[in-house]
């Protein structure tokens, strides 16, 4: 066997286009979705993070503002900064790349972010809406996930997925995807006796602990559909996930590449969250 890869690339594109396309019919109404992404800091990785995000908006027709600032910048300065993005009606989401220096309290940062501007879905109340199942912005990562689950015609519905990581970003958020999509879902963690044992059962696995070639062949149950949401570099630098990608292949029936994979859906889901902003507050 060799399992089907899921193009996240290709399904970005469509996710890209559809999101272009009810911008325009926005735009037509006099009302430009708009997204702030705020970089504190000279860290490379979210400097080609954020210069990615700002060319989707532009290319999807939204309005982007990024602000950088020094690693200097003090908590109080980017806290009244993101107030005063709260507070601007030509910006309908608000974005602060991660991580931020050690000298500022990320969850002060993220709860300070209006909820209804909250495009990463980190706030509380948007974990909380998610949670209980009522409706709010959804984690990018996650929610591309769940999108790339649909492309495949994959109904969790039934079946057993298990989320290896529980971080907040992804793990928790994307176990409660698929337990909201009827899934029956294990988590495992760096604590989990064995590992192996819950993704051999398992129909659908989500890697997300940023650890090389944590699912490794032999724990895959043949045909089932893998998601890699890893980010690691290999010995020769070469970008690659969670998961043992070439050995895997063999046993699973679809599995997403890295790179080329997840990274792009979570940049469309951002575009997608920033389009429900931007509408909700059309309608407000």
């Known amino acids: 066997m060799s399992a089907q890869i899921i193009d996240g690339n290709a399904l970005a594109k469509q996710v890209r286009s559809a999101v272009a396309q009810q911008v325009a ?14 970089v504190v800091g ?11 995000k700002v060319a989707d908006c532009e290319g999807v027709g939204m309005h982007s503002v990024l602000d950088r600032q020094p690693a200097t910048l003090s ?3 980017l806290l009244e900064r993101i107030r005063a993005l709260n507070a601007d009606p030509d910006i309908h989401g608000i974005l602060v790349q991660l991580p931020l220096p050690a000298h500022i309290d990320a969850a002060k940062v993220i709860e300070t972010i209006s909820p209804a501007k909250d495009v990463d879905g980190f706030h509380v109340a948007s974990a909380g809406a998610l949670m209980i199942g009522r409706p709010g912005f959804r984690a990018c990562t996650p929610y591309g996930c769940m999108k790339m689950l649909q492309s495949i015609g994959c109904d969790p519905r039934g079946k057993h997925a298990v989320v290896i990581g529980r971080s907040n970003i992804v793990g928790k958020p994307m176990a409660m995807l698929l337990l909201q999509a009827n899934a029956t879902v294990t ?15 398992a129909d659908i696995v989500v890697a997300a602990v940023g650890r090389r070639n944590v699912l490794t ?3 895959v149950k043949p045909g089932a559909v893998i998601i890699d949401v890893g980010m690691n570099r290999d010995e020769a ?11 895997v292949s063999e ?15 979570t940049r469309a889901m951002l575009l997608v969250n920033t389009l429900e902003a931007a509408q909700a507050a059309a309608r407000s």
């Open 25 to 38: 019919a926005l735009r037509s109404r006099g009302i430009q979705p708009g997204l702030a992404v705020i």
């Open 42 to 52: 000279d860290d490379p990785a979210s400097q080609v993070y954020v210069k990615h």
């Open 75 to 77: 908590e109080d300065a």
């Open 187 to 201: 988590i495992c963690h760096s604590a989990t006796a064995d590992l192996a044992a819950h993704t051999r059962q």
């Open 217 to 219: 062949a032999d724990m």
């Open 237 to 247: 630098g070469k970008l690659c996930g969670d998961v043992d990608f070439a050995a």
């Open 251 to 265: 046993v699973a029936g679809w599995i997403t590449p890295v790179p080329g994979g997840v990274g792009p859906m």
